[in-house]
């Protein structure tokens, strides 16, 4: 008998990314503290060089805010670095607790509840609500992102598609079932790659009619949108529609982690019953403080949000006028079409070698094949002068590599 090849499967796994343009290569940076969206790039030979950052999901660089590190900074002198344990067995810090009030009362829901991160809440949370309703269906946006899918896959529930943010279809999807049978709408509310929002009212009529929970992914709108950052369920007053708010301590909030929101006896069900929430060390506590200090300062404060509006309205407008295929999108998030895998890690390679300017390419499975892009989120600290050197560098690059570009605007 021929004896398993593993070094040979393993190759060829790793074959296959390369012919298709889409083996990944993470760039290696520093960030400068109090600095962003300046860094340092460790690529190449010649020691560290400076670059300037369009892709982080920091997007309100509250990673680098002062009140964000001195909360850290105080919390590690005082309780140590991690928290030493589960939530049920001694890493109940009292961080976590007053973090967890905070989130129910920015979402204006009962209760919270901490995950390490945002892609471990999605996941936990359906696949442990899908356990517990018997019959469970799911009905799930079909841009919805990995850790929600992962989820749904782990429920074992019967799941059903819908096209993306097509409520026609979804309510026709409902209507096939059974009425008594228990039914979940998970859906984002801004979609981190496309840069749209859903219809929550229209999905949230839909929940009413057919008696269906709704589960949204606040991920990349927690701390933009809303008076006080409760995401775009806060900004369109439909927090109290929404069963259960899921979002992440690591993009606008800038630290890590992730977390749900809902009343009481779900918060309690998922807190019993979510293995990805029991069997693991809770958060370092100082993580915790950083996002504390985050979240109350977002509360308050609207300047951050309103200069990184400000920012990706300036953005998409300088590269519409140039006559880039930047993408419809209502949001702060800036996509430009590129709709080829090699391409676009070419663009993003001229970039970041000649120009200083780092945008990593998105390729499948992060996107649909055919759809690749690059993604651009500006923010409340990238200058105009950083747009037009921008703009300018990709017009040079469409013009080397032939690719074609619009009427100017
Ligand atoms: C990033 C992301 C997550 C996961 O959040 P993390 O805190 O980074 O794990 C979940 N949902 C969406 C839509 C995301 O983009």
Known sequence: MQDVNYDQIFDSAIDRLHEEGRYRVFIDILRNKGA?????????????????????NDYLAMGQHD???????????????????????????????????????????????????????????????????????????????????????????????????????????????????PKVIAFESVYSMEGDTAPVHAICDLAEKYNALTYIDEVHAVGMYGARGGGISERDNAAHRIDIIEGTLGKAFGVMGGYITAEKRIIDCIRSYAPGFIFTTSLSPVLVAGVLASVKHLKGSSVERRAQ???????????????????????????????DPVHAKKISDILLAEYGVY????????????????????????TEEMMD???????????????????AA
């Open 36 to 56: 962003y969206p300046n860094a340092r790039c460790f690529h190449g030979h010649n020691g560290p060089k400076p670059i300037t950052v369009w892709c982080s």
């Open 359 to 382: 945008v990593q390419p998105i390729n499948f499975p992060t996107v649909p094949r055919g759809t690749e892009r690059l993604r651009f989120t500006p923010g409340p600290h990238h």
């Open 309 to 339: 509006q400000a920012a990706a309205a300036m953005l998409k407008l300088k590269l519409a006028e140039a006559g880039l295929p930047v993408m419809d999108s209502t949001t702060h998030i800036v996509p430009l079409m590129v709709g």
């Open 67 to 181: 009140k964000v590190i001195g909360a850290m900074e105080e919390a590690l002198h005082d309780v140590g670095a991690g928290s030493g344990g589960t939530r049920n067995i001694g890493g109940n810090t009292h961080l976590h607790v007053e973090l967890e009030h905070e989130l129910a009362d920015l979402h204006g829901k009962e209760g919270a509840l901490l995950f390490t991160s945002g892609y471990v809440s999605n996941d936990a949370t359906l696949s442990t609500l899908g356990k517990l309703l018997p019959g469970c269906v799911i009905f799930s946006d079909e841009l919805n992102h990995a850790s929600m899918i992962a989820g749904i896959r782990n429920s074992g529930c019967e799941k059903r598609i819908y096209r993306h943010n097509d409520t026609r279809h979804l309510e026709e999807l409902l209507a096939a079932e059974d009425a008594e049978t």
């Open 389 to 407: 050197e921008l703009t300018q560098a990709l017009v040079e690059i469409w013009d080397r590599l032939d690719l074609s570009l619009r009427e």
